[in-house]
């Protein structure tokens, strides 16, 4: 069994994801995993990089099926024996003229970016080896202020979300909320936005929170840390193309944190990193520099 370092990033065969992969390849010093849900694009990919020069690997990996995680788990332990760094990646979005009833959009964005990738962090994590990097693929959209439905309940909302005593219970819990107030028409009324991607990237930033007060508490893996990242408005399929950034340029951010040095007392923990790699405060109003 290798003990070659690891990197994996979810959702790779397209998009920042593909860019974060072709980054780590340059970067990082071991063995980058690819994976995807469609093993032949997940594949061509991998050939698109292998024509540059690179040379990742290839694993099918579809985070809302628990079995594939499962088998790509114990894959790694065969074959590596654990993971190095994490990105967290794979999502989706609704188009802005989708005619899914919004009900419909709340319950499958939520499955997806928040409740599929918290069990692939659940089935990975006990494989992360001691000073693993985990970089989850929030958003502007994933800022605390974009629960901004009517007052006082929003306050209540972004106060649970923020509560240094939330769980991943509470959160899920939370999430649950949202999807069933979606589907009763009254989120907003609420305190719920009128968008089920920001309720989602809201959701797997505050996760991240609570995912390093966890890796702090578990001193026999010290130096693992989790951030979450808002890449910046990229030219991707989600975005409809309609993003300035380049891919290359939404990866700068993820990779940053995937390649964090050694821990020390400078090393952003659970923090919210904006796309020019700007640690926020995730609890307080942006600058207004910062656009959302």
Avoid at 56 to 85: C, R, S, W
Avoid at 148 to 156: A, L, R, T, V
Avoid at 221 to 227: E, S
């Amino acid at each position: 069994m290798s003990t070659t370092k690891v990197a994996v990033v979810t959702g790779g065969n397209k998009g920042i994801g593909y860019a974060i992969v072709k980054g780590l390849c340059e970067k990082f010093d071991g063995i980058v995993y690819l994976t995807s849900r469609d093993e032949t694009r997940g594949k061509a990919s991998v050939s698109e990089l292998n024509k540059l020069g690179f040379k990742p690997l290839f694993h099918v990996l579809d985070i809302e099926k628990q079995n594939t995680v499962v088998a790509f788990k114990e894959y790694i332990m065969k074959n590596h024996g654990g993971i190095d760094v994490l990105v967290n990646n794979a999502a989706i979005a609704y188009k802005n003229d989708a005619k899914e009833p919004f009900a419909e959009q709340a319950e499958v964005t939520v499955r997806v970016n928040f409740t599929s990738v918290l069990n692939t962090c659940r089935v990975l994590f006990p494989i992360l080896r001691a000073g693993a990097r985990v970089v989850n693929v929030s958003s502007s959209a994933g800022h605390l202020f974009r629960i901004n439905g009517e007052e006082p309940h929003s306050s209540k909302l972004r106060e649970r979300f923020s509560s240094p005593d939330l769980t991943e219970d509470k959160l899920c819990a939370l999430m649950e909320e949202f999807v069933q107030a979606a589907k009763a028409g009254d989120h907003f009324a609420k305190g719920w936005p009128n968008s089920a991607y920001a309720t989602s990237k809201v959701g797997l930033s505050a996760l991240t929170r609570v995912q390093q007060r966890a890796f702090d508490a578990d001193t026999s893996k010290p130096g693992i840390v989790a951030n979450h990242v808002h890449p910046g408005y990229v030219d991707t399929d989600m975005t409809s193309h309609k993003g300035p950034l380049t891919i290359e340029e939404g990866a700068v951010a993820p990779l940053y944190l995937a390649l964090l040095p050694p821990t020390d007392d400078k090393t952003p923990k659970g923090a919210y990193v904006w796309q020019d790699k700007t640690i926020l405060d995730w609890t307080k109003k942006l600058p207004s520099d910062y656009v959302v």
